[in-house]
Structure formats: C-alpha cells, structure tokens
Antibody
Framework: EVQLVESGGVLVQPGGSLRLSCEASGFTFTIYSMNWVRQAPGKGLEWVSYISSGSSTKYYADSVKGRFTISRDNAKNSLFLQMNSLRAEDTAVYYC????????WGKGTTVTVS | SYELTQPPSVSVSPGQTARITCSGDAFPKKYAYWYQQKSGQAPVLVIYEDSKRPSGIPERFSGSTSGTVATLTLSGAQVEDEADFYCYTTDNSGNVVFGGGTKLTVL
C-alpha cells in the first residue's frame, strides 16, 4: 500500500524550531518529487515547499523562505522539513504529498506555535 | 506568482449539478487540477490536467477550462460529495498555487 506518514508535530513557543519527518512506503520514493503543504485551522491549503527527486531543486513559499528548509534521505525513504523562527501563523496541519500535482497525501501532523 | 479565485461556497440539492469555478491568469496556459477534501481528511485529487479523472474517481466529476476560468462540474451531486474543493496550478518558477477553496453543500 502506498503510504506517507508524517511525524514531529508538537506545541512549540514562538521563535522555536521543529523538524518534521515524513516516512514513505509502498512506492519507489527515489523517483518522486515531494512537497509539504499546510492547512491552518479552519483555513485553506497552502503549499509550503517542494523538493525534486534528487534534491537538486528546492522551492519555498514566500511565507517560509529563509526560515524553513526541505530535505530528503532517499536511502531511508524519508522527507524532512526543518522549521526555524516559528511564528503563530505557522500553526497548521502539515501534510507531506507526493509528486506534482500531489497524488498521494499523508494524514498530516499538527504544529502549534503558542 | 499566480492567484486563483474560487467562490467561498456552492450549494445544491441532491441530484442537481454543481459547478465550482476557479479563475486566474494561469489559465489556459497552465493546467488546472482539483482536489476534494472531506472534513478531517487529507485532500484527494479528483481532476488533473484540466479534465482528466484519476482512476477510482466517479464519472460524475468532470473538469473544463474556458479562457481564464477552470470549472469543476459535479453532475448529479450526492450527499457524500459534500466537501471543500480546491483548484491548483503551478507557475513557471515552480511555485505551487492553491485556490482559496469552495465549500460544497449538498442538501
């Protein structure tokens, strides 16, 4: 079964840091680009970041540029999001999603900045 | 980057046709994609490349574009189709854009 499982979401204070992880299974992770997409409580979807299959290309939303870093470990079928200088407006459910357009999504992990 | 505009809500009775629009300068240069997100669940891709349906998506879901407007049509809407719907595209710089979302009510 194709699956993405996010982890690492917790309650953190403003200005703090957090690292989210996403473990992939059931497909050849190394050939797919990946994304992080977030959804603030009661709000719509907001794309956060993209990474190509070989990590050579990375894109970020303006709202997180300079604060968040996307990375992946293809040997461990894992995607990461390092989040620094967190703000209240970063509070959201964070989804990892496969490919562009995203065709497989995880269930999300909740980050609360307060 | 592009902006995509959707109506906040659309309401239909069961069996009626629901149409959800997504307007933006990205179209028709870029493809439109549509996601359905039911309450408490992750989004599901229901239309890709303007009008194609992924496997497993019911035939009552269809998509089209005309000029700068992409439209998701749900023919014969069912109560279980109630959800938030989001359009999506990408720009030439690799940035991803989601529309603001449309809440579909079927009652």
């Amino acid at each position: 079964e194709v699956q993405l499982v996010e982890s690492g979401g917790v309650l953190v204070q403003p200005g703090g840091s957090l690292r989210l992880s996403c473990e992939a299974s059931g497909f050849t992770f190394t050939i797919y680009s990946m994304n992080w997409v977030r959804q603030a409580p009661g709000k719509g979807l907001e794309w956060v970041s993209y990474i190509s299959s070989g990590s050579s290309t990375k894109y970020y939303a303006d709202s997180v540029k300079g604060r968040f870093t996307i990375s992946r470990d293809n040997a461990k079928n894992s995607l990461f999001l390092q989040m620094n200088s967190l703000r209240a407006e970063d509070t959201a459910v964070y989804y990892c999603a496969r490919d562009n357009p995203p065709d497989v999504w995880g269930k999300g992990t909740t980050v609360t900045v307060s | 980057s592009y902006e995509l505009t959707q109506p906040p809500s659309v309401s239909v009775s069961p069996g009626q046709t629901a149409r959800i629009t997504c307007s933006g300068d990205a179209f028709p240069k870029k493809y439109a994609y549509w996601y359905q997100q039911k309450s408490g669940q992750a989004p599901v891709l229901v239309i890709y490349e303007d009008s194609k349906r992924p496997s497993g998506i019911p035939e009552r879901f269809s998509g089209s574009t005309s000029g700068t407007v992409a439209t998701l049509t749900l023919s014969g809407a069912q109560v279980e189709d109630e959800a938030d719907f989001y359009c999506y595209t990408t720009d030439n710089s690799g940035n991803v854009v989601f529309g603001g979302g449309t809440k579909l009510t079927v009652l």
